[in-house]
């Protein structure tokens, strides 16, 4: 969803492939994607695309993938050179439906049509800077030689979670573990004393920058859960006026 509309993205979907381009990580965004896959009660996968661009580093590309995308299953696909793309395959055999999802030029239109094996959706070049134009402005649901489908989504310039806190402990695995440790049960990881997470970041054990992802998508979430109550004790009120 956008901030002016909570505009529906698929639905029916049994794994959600996060395309994350190889060439642009955006750690954030990512935490931010995976919560919301989470919540919607689908596998999330997350497809580090382009690979080939990075020039033999993609050990330690998805080894940074994997620390904020913990518990979840990564994978480096190139649709130009072919590699990782039976893997994909897999995760979508008869009867199940999946998903691209991420932003502009990061390759879903391109990964599904070397899915399937020709050219079923249109794409568009790459600038100079490596980053991808905005091609697809519709979903498509295109089925896969193995039985499966996929479904293309557009690229989404900007993601709000609708979410609950299961699905933030979810993404933020680590940060959970960690608050178990605090003195106080109800610690927000901000000042208290026997904080263990605040430790933990003192230490060098999780990144700070991690943490201050964890307090935004917190922010938005009580944001949101405001928001909805007020709009039910409104219709509420109406109900009896």
Same mark, same amino acid.
């Given at each position: 969803p956008t901030r002016r509309s909570s505009d529906l993205i698929a639905a029916n979907v049994d794994v959600v492939l996060v395309c994350a381009p190889a060439h642009s990580l955006n750690a954030r965004r990512l935490e931010r994607e995976l919560t919301v896959v989470w919540e919607s009660g689908a596998t999330p996968v997350v497809v580090v695309t382009k690979s080939d661009l990075l020039h033999g580093d993609v050990a330690d590309t998805l080894d940074e993938v994997r620390s904020v995308a913990?518990?979840? =299953?990564? %994978?480096?696909? /190139?649709s130009y050179d072919r590699d990782g793309l039976d893997e994909v395959r897999a995760l979508?055999? @008869?009867? !199940?439906?999946? *998903?691209?999802?991420? @932003?502009s030029g990061a390759g879903k239109s391109t990964l599904v049509n070397a899915l399937v094996g020709h050219e079923v959706l249109a794409t568009t070049a790459v600038r100079s800077d490596n980053r991808g134009v905005h091609t697809t402005s519709a979903r498509h649901l295109v089925p896969l030689p193995g039985g499966g489908l996929v479904l293309d989504t557009p690229g989404m310039r900007e993601l709000v979670i609708w979410a609950d806190d299961d699905a933030l402990e979810a993404t933020f695995v680590d940060v959970d573990a960690l608050a178990s440790g605090c003195r106080f049960s109800d610690c927000s990881h901000? *000042? +208290?004393?026997?904080? *263990? !997470?605040?430790?933990?970041? +003192? /230490?060098g054990e999780l990144d700070e920058d991690r943490l201050e992802s964890w307090r935004k998508l917190q922010r938005e979430l009580a944001h %949101?859960?405001?928001?909805? =109550?007020?709009? %039910?004790?409104a219709e509420e009120r109406k109900r009896w006026a």
């Open positions: 913990i518990g979840v =299953d990564v %994978l480096a696909v /190139s979508m055999p @008869p009867g !199940v439906t999946g *998903a691209a999802i991420g @932003p901000h *000042a +208290e004393p026997g904080c *263990a !997470v605040l430790a933990a970041v +003192e /230490s %949101l859960a405001r928001k909805q =109550d007020a709009r %039910l004790a």
